[in-house]
């Protein structure tokens, strides 16, 4: 069975203090790992696709990176703004439906 | 093109009514999902359409649900019969044709099953 574990489940950091949050994932043939940002009462909003190792992705203060068996999401020098759950997402490579996996996600609180 | 809307954003029933929830995706995206969350949890997955055919439902749905997609547009989920179980936050989710991973959701419905 398909596993997605982030952590850690919460994290506070102070403005600038850049840290890294953790996806490790079980799944047979990983067709995509995906991250996602969601504020509280909304529905997520898609970040990062990662197909392969070695792959990484930048958007402002994020980036992500993938190996064969779990993905960070470093954020540098977050600001209050950054404070969401962010989501990571797995992706079989076979089948047509292309039902992604989610975990349970990491919390994250940026104090000024 | 303003995204993936839902309808209504919150819904308050008692236990024991029928509920039903609209989605309105992306438009050029033929891919749509549904999806539950509960507080503290990732969103799991319920019902899956390609253009207007169901393709794929969670073992986890009861026969209680059912989603339609008529015209490969616009969804409607409805839940029969509802149980303080049922409570949670209700997500759809559209994606491209040459992209399904990279999914748009919605804002939500909100139920409450008192």
């Known amino acids: 069975e398909d596993q997605v574990t982030q952590s850690p489940e919460a994290l506070r950091l102070q403005e600038g203090e850049s840290s890294s949050l953790n996806c490790s994932y079980t799944?047979?043939?990983?067709?995509?790992l995906f991250w996602y940002r969601q504020d509280p009462g909304k529905g997520p909003e898609f970040l990062f696709t990662?197909?392969?190792a070695g792959e990484e992705k930048e958007k402002e203060r994020l980036k992500a990176t993938l190996t064969k068996k779990e993905s960070f999401l470093h954020i540098t020098a977050p600001k209050p703004e950054d404070s969401a759950t962010y989501l990571c997402?797995?992706?079989?490579?076979?089948?047509?439906?292309?039902?992604?996996?989610f975990g349970r996600g990491t919390s994250l609180i940026v104090h000024p | 093109d303003t995204g993936v809307s839902q309808n209504p954003r919150h819904k308050i029933t008692k236990r024991g009514q029928n509920v039903t929830f609209r989605c309105d995706p992306i438009?050029?995206?033929?891919?749509l999902y549904w999806y539950r969350q509960t507080l503290g949890q990732g969103p799991e997955f319920l019902t899956y359409?390609?253009?207007?055919?169901?393709?794929?439902k969670s073992r986890l749905l009861s026969d209680r649900f059912s989603a339609e997609r008529p015209k490969g547009s616009f969804s409607t989920l409805e839940i029969q019969r509802t149980e303080q179980g049922d409570s949670a936050m209700y997500l759809c989710?559209?994606?491209?044709?040459?992209?399904?991973?990279?999914?748009?959701f919605g804002p939500g419905t909100r139920l409450t099953v008192t």
């Open positions: 989710a559209s994606s491209a044709w040459e992209e399904p991973g990279e999914q748009y």
């Open positions: 799944v047979s043939g990983l067709r995509g």
């Open positions: 990662l197909y392969s």
């Open positions: 997402a797995v992706q079989k490579g076979s089948g047509g439906s292309y039902i992604p996996t």
């Open positions: 438009s050029e995206h033929n891919r």
């Open positions: 359409f390609q253009n207007e055919a169901q393709l794929e």
